[in-house]
């Protein structure tokens, strides 16, 4: 067995912990993919369970590190925090990164099936297979306690990766999560070009349609904020997904946060009941 080969970048000490920023080689991606992971203090001396997040369209693997103010509160519980970057880059597909929210930097967290999207962006096998096994194989973690949240694009992300594996993710929350795509416009264009016309085939990447079926059962915690533009603009529609978790008797705690926008202001104003809301799944 060979395992797979990950390259330190740079680290800084935080926290009493350390930040590292890693590329690898992905088996999934067929390229070259890059990742950050804070390990808390706690990490030298014990394994402790590992909180993935997945940033938003346009981001990479530094944003949330750099603006979220987590890892305080992951030191402070005793988290390890693994976001990896948003997509596959410089792979030589046509178009790639013309358009902001396709292609480079807008993975959208799903597997490809149309050409030529479908030799490389398939970051759903990504972020629930390949990078979980190179979490464990290199850093020392309780692989079964393992929770899932995300930004927008990313809060789509970790919906999706939870209802499709209930049993691998103990939490999931999300900062304005896109969740509706089959029915905004941000999806609809992804889809088009990552899944093809077959709008039926769509349902198994939307998450107000996945609750409908998933039994996940666990609390879902999202935050919003009341003057996000992307939420006059019929992005994200919490709505929808809200009356789709009633519906399945699915546990959501969905808050309206007056004010604030979708930045990472908004984010790190709220992060810490994000983080309380994982660990007290993951650190029982």
């Known amino acids: 067995i060979v395992l797979k080969t990950i390259q330190l970048q740079k680290e800084h000490k935080s926290f009493g912990g350390k930040l590292g920023f890693y590329s690898h080689q992905s088996s999934a991606c067929n390229s070259e993919m890059k990742f ?58 046509p178009g790639e990164d013309d358009d902001w929210d396709l292609g480079s930097g807008a993975g959208f967290y799903v597997d490809a099936i149309a050409t030529p999207w479908n030799a490389h962006y398939r970051m759903y096998s990504y972020v629930v297979e390949e990078l979980p096994k190179l979490i464990a194989e290199n850093f020392p973690v309780i692989s079964e306690k393992q929770g899932i949240f995300g930004h927008s694009m990313g809060g789509h992300g970790a919906l999706i990766c939870a209802f499709k594996n209930c049993d691998c993710y103990l939490s999931v929350s999300a900062f304005a999560p896109i969740c509706a795509p089959m029915r905004c416009p941000w999806g609809q264009k992804i889809f088009g070009h990552y ?90």
Not at 70 to 87: C, E, F, H, I, R
Not at 241 to 265: I, N, V, W
Request: with cysteine.
């Open 195 to 284: 899944l093809g016309s077959d709008k039926e085939s769509w349902r198994a990447w939307d998450a107000s349609e996945l609750v409908l079926e998933a039994q996940y059962n666990r609390p879902i915690l999202i935050d919003c904020g009341t003057a996000d533009s992307y939420l006059a603009d019929g992005q994200l529609l919490p709505e929808v997904f809200a009356e789709a978790c009633a519906k399945a008797g699915q546990p959501l705690t969905l808050r309206m946060q007056g004010g604030y926008d979708h930045s990472y202001y908004f984010i790190a104003s709220f992060i810490e009941d994000h983080i309380q809301h994982h660990a007290a799944a993951l650190c029982e």
């Open 36 to 93: 950050a992971v804070y390990q808390p203090p706690q990490a030298q001396y014990q394994p402790v369970p590992i909180l993935y997040f997945l940033s938003g369209l346009s981001s990479t693997e530094e944003n949330f590190m750099a603006k979220a103010g987590a890892q305080q509160l992951a030191a402070k519980y005793g988290l390890m925090l693994v976001a990896p970057d948003t997509s596959p880059r410089n792979t030589g597909i």
